[in-house]
């Protein structure tokens, strides 16, 4: 067994299914199950299980896969002390955040990282995808209720949803009461394409959930506000989007004695375990978290 063939057991493995191992190897299918076969006959058992979509390490491959992980990354680390010396910080940081929390909140946090670290690409997609972590993607922002086990998951924050209109709409129309008069309501609000939007309203310790059907829909989260502004209807939008407009008294807000939530009630910051981060990645994740606690990111 070499070190070729440790390699070719990982990126299997991480890729999940041979057709996407051989792109990233720059290989045919065929080769990569033709060695894949020769590592297996080599060790004298199976390694992974195959399917028509995907394949599964065994125990066995799973171990000798964690061996290869940890000469891969030691190997990437290695070299980047090698091409880092006497230089300023450089790389690669590819970071998914959700559309409307990236557009408002963390775009100053990026601007001010890339005008300290000039010498990192920093590339940034706005998205609001639930997948896990893919191969151009070493950090993800996300709202959910439970991150998964299979990744690193640090908390940015609570996230609050509030009930609000203009304070022209609440004059016309009145404000919402209940959950039921909400739901009825027209909506303004951010949702999924294909999936169906459910708010869940906790009180303590009880949980409603109501289905909603806006009226205005989008992930464009400053639009939303425009909408909300204009009184087309009752927002139900993250507490950051209208915090001014709640200050200033434009927006009133309603249903306060709940805690809503729509994807929801915690932001967090992903990572996966076994992928080997750069410095660039590793000070892009001290300096966002320092950033979330309101705290002075650490200095290089």
């Not at 992903?270 to 978290?289: G, M, S």
Request: charged share 20%.
């Amino acid at each position: 067994m070499d070190l070729q063939s440790l390699t070719l057991l990982v990126e299997i493995i991480d890729s999940g299914n041979l057709s996407q191992a051989a792109r990233k190897l720059k290989m045919t299918r065929a080769n990569v199950s033709y060695h894949l076969a020769q590592l297996e006959k080599q060790v004298g058992v199976q390694l992974v299980k195959r399917t028509t979509r995907r394949v599964e390490p065994t125990e066995v491959g799973l171990r000798l896969y964690e061996h290869g992980r940890n000469i891969h990354n030691e190997m990437l680390a290695a070299r980047e002390t090698i091409t880092s010396l006497g230089q300023e910080l450089r790389g690669r940081v590819g970071i998914s955040v959700p559309s409307g929390y990236g557009q408002m909140v963390m775009s100053p946090w990026l601007i001010e990282f890339k005008q300290l670290y000039p010498g990192i690409v920093l590339d940034v997609l706005f998205e609001n995808r639930a997948d896990n972590l893919r191969d151009e993607v070493d950090i993800a922002i996300r709202v959910m209720q439970e991150p998964p086990l299979s990744v690193v998951a640090r908390a940015l924050g609570d996230v609050r949803y509030v009930a609000c209109a203009s304070k022209g709409y609440a004059a016309q129309h009145g404000l919402p009461k209940t959950l039921l008069e909400l739901r009825a309501s027209p909506l303004i609000t951010s949702g999924v394409i294909g999936r169906q939007l459910r708010l869940s309203a906790y009180q303590g310790l009880e949980r409603q959930e109501v289905m909603l059907e806006p009226t205005l829909s989008s992930e464009h989260f400053p639009f939303l506000r425009e909408g909300i502004l204009a009184g087309l209807g009752v927002g139900l939008v993250p507490d950051y989007v209208v915090k001014d407009q709640i200050a200033s008294g434009e927006v009133l807000t309603t249903l306060s004695e709940y805690r809503l939530s729509i994807f929801g009630t915690q932001m967090y910051l992903l990572y996966l375990p076994n992928r080997h981060q750069t410095k660039a990645v590793r000070t892009c994740i001290d300096f966002l978290l320092a950033r979330a606690r309101g705290e002075t990111p650490p200095s290089d």
